[in-house]
């Protein structure tokens, strides 16, 4: 059996170039003891990865050069040695990396059920961009009904979550997305109450015009500009999550600071960083909860699933181009 895998080859500097990664085939080897072969049907594609091909300190050490480029993934066990918990079958969940087939000891994996939602759903709304959003928005926003919620990265994995569970705790939500077709979905299909088209619009003249009061809660996915634009209309004792600044992750210089940072001085307010591994322990509750509210019709989930290894970094690149809209997953074998 030939295993088909995205190998990081090159640290990019700025955007990641076609030499970044190669494409390469190898046998899958034997099952050892107490493992089980993964059969990989959709890899996440997150902005973080981005990160992870850099060789800094971060909350987890670097893709090394030559090692599979890391990613979440879903797929179906095929192959069992004498696994103490997973049979042929199951779907599973976990760090696969972008390859065909994964061989592992299970650590780190969760079993899904595939009766309730699709499988990208599981590395979408029901995976690490849905935590995200349920832990960022919850316990570091610590939303009250009757707020204001400003959003950047409106339309994807995690702004999308953020934004609809800001509405069902009755909040008043604004996003920040790029171009009027995204804005359109955010307020007509997510629900939100307004949205900013940050790439035709002043984006300083939206949020005075769409919160007027201020923003109790900014839910940062993008930083840059936008992150300053919305430090100047912080009300008093306003939360400012910091989640992600994809704007700043191809940059060749250096990140760009928040310049209006003594509007937390003066309205006493909070700018926190999070990293969704530290809630891992209470992924499965906030799961449930996801999953019933999505039953109720008051959370819609959306991936945008693309085809094949071999387009893995074209796929990568709409991150950054905007071109998708919601998850953005790669399939890498048929179900
Ligand atoms: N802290 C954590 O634990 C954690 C976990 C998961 C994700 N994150 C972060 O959360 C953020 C969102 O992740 P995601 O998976 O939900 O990605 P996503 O929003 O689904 O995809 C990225 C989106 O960013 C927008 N974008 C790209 N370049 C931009 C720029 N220069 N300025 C403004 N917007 C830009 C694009 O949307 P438009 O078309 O609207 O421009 C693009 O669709 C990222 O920063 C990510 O690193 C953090």
Not at 77 to 86: D, I, L, S, T
Request: proline share 4%; glycine share 12%.
């Amino acid at each position: 059996m030939i295993n088909k895998q995205q190998i990081l080859v090159k640290r990019p500097v700025g955007m990641p170039g076609a030499d970044t990664w190669e494409l390469r085939e190898s046998p899958v080897p034997e099952l050892k003891d107490g493992e089980v072969l993964i059969k990989n049907h959709y890899v996440s594609l997150d902005p973080a990865m981005r990160g992870w091909m850099n060789d800094t300190r971060s909350y987890i050490p670097p893709v090394q050069i030559g090692e599979v480029m890391r990613a979440g993934t879903v797929g179906e066990v095929v192959a069992v040695n004498n696994h103490p918990k997973y049979k042929v079958g199951d779907v599973l969940t976990g760090w696969g990396g972008v390859q065909q087939y994964t061989v592992t000891n299970g650590d780190n994996y969760y079993a899904v059920d595939t009766s309730l939602v699709p499988m990208p759903t599981y590395i979408g709304t029901l995976g690490m961009p849905g935590m995200t959003a349920y832990f960022g928005i919850l316990e570091v926003g610590k939303i009250k009904e009757g707020e204001v919620v400003l959003v950047s990265g409106a339309a994807g994995a995690v702004g999308s979550v953020v934004g609809q569970i800001a509405k069902i705790k009755g909040c008043t939500v604004v996003g920040i997305a790029g171009g009027p077709e995204k804005c359109k979905y955010v307020v007509d299909e997510l629900g939100f109450d307004a949205c900013i088209d940050y790439k035709n619009e002043n984006v300083h003249a939206g949020i005075k015009q769409h919160c007027p009061k201020g923003i109790d809660v900014y839910f940062d996915n993008v930083g840059g500009d936008i992150l300053d634009a919305a430090l100047a209309r912080l009300r008093m004792h306003a939360r400012v999550v910091i989640c992600g600044a994809i704007s700043q992750y191809n940059n060749k210089e250096n990140v760009k600071g928040p310049s209006n940072y003594l509007s937390l001085l003066v309205n006493r307010a909070t700018m926190q960083g999070m990293v969704v591994m530290d809630y891992a322990k209470n992924y499965r509750e906030a799961a449930m909860q996801m999953g019933m509210w999505m039953m109720e019709g008051k959370l819609k989930s959306k991936e945008d699933v693309y085809d094949g290894i071999e387009n893995f970094r074209e796929t990568f690149m709409r991150l950054f181009t905007g071109e998708k809209k919601g998850k953005l997953v790669l399939k890498v074998l048929e179900e």
